[in-house]
């Protein structure tokens, strides 16, 4: 068996090395005209895939716990003006009482409130949206960035691949949390900026990983066989060979949402990013910070107050958690090495 | 002998890439506002100002800027800090020992902990313990730990009492000025000088920020411990340890430690890093008067001096670092061919 499928041009060699389809062929119907059965015939490999990993899936409990943990996470975000509607123009503010912070419970806050009396639940709720488009906005552009970058450098080599690695060496050489420190330390302090210096951070590994991947199948029978009809350059780069490199690249990125939004929300802890009173988790930490350990009186009775920090950490903990359970189980069902 | 000219050509190979960060570092300096904002105070006059651009040359091409700045950097002008109200290097100087310390104990309780739990869940594969082990070892890598942080010094100083929640040590020591300085290392030091209260009084002190930092690390050691173990304990020279009738405990502990640490050795020196950026935001924190708290507190004054000083110094640790380890693993793995 060969270390990696190719799922396009070479479906019947496929047919023969594997175990026999489960689906059954699409019948050549006499209303279809040829493309739409050339379509299907072409989907036909892709779909047993996707049915195939989809199985592995239900079997792997750990992928499913993160899976579960995501879609509660993207189900809150999508709900975010359903559960608490925004009460301004703009919705990444948190409407507040200016009044000391409650207990969770009390006066209809049921996560209580914060600092200048900001409802928690809000801000966990709306702060949900913000982690999902920081980090997927940072992930996916990272990855195209490193996509282009990684499988020039893989398939061209030589002197291009030798200068772009050489570049990715650098950023790699600082911790991603100091790297952004000092790119957010020139800028403007925003929620773009903090992403732009996420970005900066975040593509260099990208890069590295999709030149492996590229180097490595450029050298299959099936890129040679690409090659030796005649295929152009960027159809065999990104036909052939980025599809087949795309897994792990896939794998990392999961993991990395997780990552993004915890040095996310650490930059944010000490004051890059969103202004203070945002719906955004590690900021929420830190303002709720100066009211942590303190005491606070609603109606008579005194409160120790805890829920200002801990509700927005744990929040962070289980959207981290999450995405880096369901990468963990996806590396396992998307290598083909590891399964059949 | 190819020891030595390895290490000589890694460190040849340094040099590209600290060029590099050091022209990432001067184009952060030089990309906003003026570069000279960071030597004027509001006390200077205009011909004064008038010197310190002429000194620093930020009135000439940005190439030949760099070279001037290079050329600071190397002798050891970081420029200065408004948040210190010093050169940046004596900022540095005078904060790096806290921070050593921190981090250092930190590594060491991130070894122990680490190594333990990964042999552990290793020899226990797919048992109770190994999944409670990777359970949490998956939450220490998704911790945040200035949460985290926060949640230690609620639980241990102020439910408990346990522990002191900020400082290296109790305001006694400072105010009686009884503190030695050698290194800098408050640990080392009162050893040194024999003052035993002193030394416990740090270990209490030190104790939480440093639990929390090594945290994370912690999780990395135990992961990568518990695969590198299962690996070799499946290889034939236990098998032989087995069948000439050795215990299991000598076994695990003498023959298969040994190389299973190996590969862990590189996961402790790479993850270094991470410990100084995680120590911004414990040194905070904690109140630890080190580098990490610095840089949050520059950060904050906006004082980009300082940020990047701190970051550059980041870049060479862990640069150096790197290559150290990679020297450590050609000279604990005699399999690894040097190139």
């Known amino acids: ?340 | 002998m190819r020891l030595t000219n390895y290490i000589i050509k890694r460190l040849l190979l340094l040099i590209p890439v600290l060029i590099g960060v050091s022209l990432i570092i001067f184009t952060l300096t030089r990309i906003t506002g003026d570069p000279a904002a960071g030597y004027i105070n509001e006390k200077m006059t205009q011909s004064q100002i008038d010197q310190i651009y002429e000194k620093y040359h930020f009135n000439e091409p940005v190439y030949t800027q760099y070279v001037y700045w290079l050329n600071g950097i190397i002798t050891l002008d970081w420029g200065w800090s408004k948040t210190y109200g010093g050169p940046v290097t004596d900022a540095i100087a005078y904060y790096f020992p806290a921070t050593l310390e921190l981090t250092l104990v930190s590594i060491f309780i991130a070894i122990i902990i680490g190594i333990y739990l990964g042999i552990a869940s290793a020899v226990r594969r797919n048992r109770p313990f190994d999944h409670v082990t990777r359970v949490v070892s998956l939450i220490g890598v998704s911790l945040p730990i200035f949460w985290l942080a926060l949640i230690l010094q609620y639980l241990f100083y102020f439910h408990f009492g346990w522990f002191p929640s900020s400082g290296r040590a109790s305001n006694v020591y400072y105010l009686t000025k009884s503190i030695p300085d050698i290194t800098g290392l408050y640990l080392l030091d009162s050893v040194l000088v024999g003052n035993f209260a002193l030394f416990k009084d740090v270990l209490w002190h030190i104790f939480l920020p440093a639990v929390t930092l090594s945290f994370g690390t912690i999780a990395v050691v135990t992961r990568i411990m518990r695969n590198s173990m299962l690996e070799v304990l499946s290889l034939d020279y236990v098998k032989t340890a087995r069948a000439k009738g050795l215990s299991e405990r000598s076994i695990i502990w003498k023959h298969a430690r040994k190389n299973a640490m190996i590969p862990t050795t590189t996961v402790i020196g790479l993850s270094f890093g991470g410990l100084l950026g995680g120590a911004v935001l414990t040194e905070s924190i904690f109140s630890w008067p080190g580098l990490g708290r610095w840089s949050a507190t520059s950060i904050k004054l906006f004082d980009s001096n300082s940020v990047l000083g701190f970051c550059l110094l980041v870049a060479i640790i862990y640069v150096l670092i790197n290559l150290a380890v990679d020297v450590l693993y050609a000279y604990l793995d005699p399999r690894v061919h040097l190139e």
């Open chain 1, 1 to 340: 068996m060969t270390d990696v499928q190719e799922p396009d041009t070479t479906s019947t060699i496929n047919d023969i090395s594997n175990t026999p389809s489960t689906t059954p062929r699409v019948p050549p119907k006499s209303g279809f005209n040829i493309d739409s059965n050339v379509l299907m015939k072409e989907l036909e490999p892709r779909v047993r895939e996707l049915r195939n990993s989809l199985g592995l899936l239900r079997e792997n409990i750990t992928a499913l716990v993160g899976l579960g943990f995501v879609i509660f996470i993207i189900i809150i975000a999508l709900l975010a003006p359903v559960i608490c509607p925004p009460t301004s123009a703009d919705p990444m503010y948190i409407p507040r009482d200016f009044k000391q912070p409650k207990p969770p419970g009390a006066d209809g806050h049921i996560l209580g409130t914060g600092n200048w009396g900001t409802d928690m639940l809000y801000g966990i709720v709306w702060g949900a949206r913000t982690s999902i488009i920081i980090s997927l906005f940072v992930v996916i552009t990272g990855v195209l960035i490193g996509l282009v970058v990684g499988s020039i450098a893989g398939y061209y080599g030589g002197r291009i691949d030798n200068l772009m690695m050489r570049i990715t060496d650098v950023f790699l050489s600082l911790p991603a949390l100091i790297l952004a420190m000092a790119i957010a330390s020139i800028l403007e302090r925003s929620l773009e900026n903090m992403m732009l210096a996420l970005i900066i951070v975040w593509w260099p590994s990208y890069a590295r990983l999709i030149r492996a991947q590229v180097l490595s199948i450029k050298e299959s029978t099936y890129v040679e066989a690409a090659r030796a009809i005649g295929a152009k350059t960027d159809r065999i780069l990104f036909k052939h060979i980025v599809p087949n490199a795309i897994s792990p690249l896939i794998v990392a990125a999961t993991m990395d949402i997780g990552a993004v939004v915890l040095v996310a929300a650490g930059l944010s802890y000490i004051g890059f990013g969103v202004s203070t009173g945002s719906a955004e988790w590690g900021r929420m930490v830190s303002d709720g910070q100066s009211w942590f350990l303190s005491t606070v009186y609603w109606e008579g009775k005194a409160y120790t107050a805890s829920w200002v920090v801990i509700f927005p950490g744990l929040a962070i903990l289980i959207f981290t958690m999450g995405f880096s359970l369901l990468g963990d189980g996806l590396r396992d069902i998307l290598d083909p090495r590891l399964r059949r």
